[in-house]
């Protein structure tokens, strides 16, 4: 049974880090595509980042560049996704998954996705 856990969201202040951890378990992540996708409230999916394979370049959304990146490690079966200077409209529901795109999801969901992190920036 595929299973992915999302870990380490959390309340910060505009212009603070956090970095979110995706481990894995019953799937070979460095064997698939890997993303970030996040919902707001009120909004769609909108995938935030994304590797097709541990030795392509990542992708990244154009209000996220520079600011977020995407890494995996294979010996833990982990993806992790910093997020630094964070700001009010980065606030969402971020989750990981065995999908890649980025941008506006206008298809359905493809492969595993975990269940999220609550990801919230407020003074």
């Known amino acids: 049974q595929v299973q992915l856990v999302e870990s380490g969201g959390g309340l910060v202040q505009p212009g603070g880090s956090l970095r979110l951890s995706c481990a894995a378990s019953?799937?070979?992540?460095?064997?698939?595509?890997i993303g970030w996708s996040r919902q707001a409230p009120g909004k769609g999916l909108e995938g935030v980042s994304c590797?097709?394979?541990?030795?392509?370049?990542?992708d990244y959304l154009d209000s996220v560049k520079g600011r977020f990146t995407i890494s995996r490690d294979n010996a833990k079966n982990t993806v992790y996704l910093q997020m630094n200077s964070l700001k009010p409209e980065d606030t969402a529901v971020y989750y990981c998954?065995?999908?890649?795109?980025?941008?506006?999801?206008?298809?359905?969901?493809?492969?595993?996705w975990g269940q999220g992190t609550q990801v919230t920036a407020s003074s």
């Open positions: 590797m097709l394979t541990p030795d392509s370049s990542a």
């Open positions: 019953g799937i070979t992540l460095d064997n698939h595509m």
């Open positions: 998954a065995t999908d890649c795109y980025v941008g506006v999801l206008l298809r359905s969901k493809q492969g595993s």
